[in-house]
């Protein structure tokens, strides 16, 4: 059982940062490939980014060069860093991990991206 918290949203204006933070519980966490997804309201939950094990990782087009995924395995915790927010960013942002045959979600963090 891998339970995961998300912290980390909030407003931001456009042309702003952000880190998300997810912690994830039990021994097993450096051996998860963890990734983000984000939800806006109307739409499907979307990947974000993902990062393995060894700590590859792997972006939608959208995120490339804005958003970076991290781990730090000591701290059973992955990180997203958001640069240059735009409105379009707006979303709830889950924390995800995925050994099959089971997946885990965090609750959610609200991200606004509004002036």
């Known amino acids: 059982q891998v339970q995961l918290v998300e912290s980390g949203g909030g407003l931001v204006q456009p042309g702003g940062s952000l880190r998300l933070s997810c912690a994830a519980s039990g021994s097993i966490f450096k051996s998860l490939r963890m990734a983000w997804y984000r939800q806006a309201p109307g739409k499907e939950r979307d990947l974000v980014a993902t990062?393995?094990?060894?700590?590859?990782?792997y972006y939608a087009d959208a995120m490339k060069g804005r958003f970076t995924i991290s781990r730090d395995n000591a701290k059973n915790t992955v990180y997203l860093q958001m640069n240059s927010l735009q409105p379009e960013d707006t979303a709830v942002y889950y924390c995800?991990?995925?050994?099959?045959?089971?997946?885990?979600w965090g609750q959610g963090t609200q991200v606004t991206v509004s002036s």
């Open positions: 990062i393995t094990q060894g700590g590859s990782t």
């Open positions: 995800n991990a995925h050994p099959p045959p089971v997946t885990y």
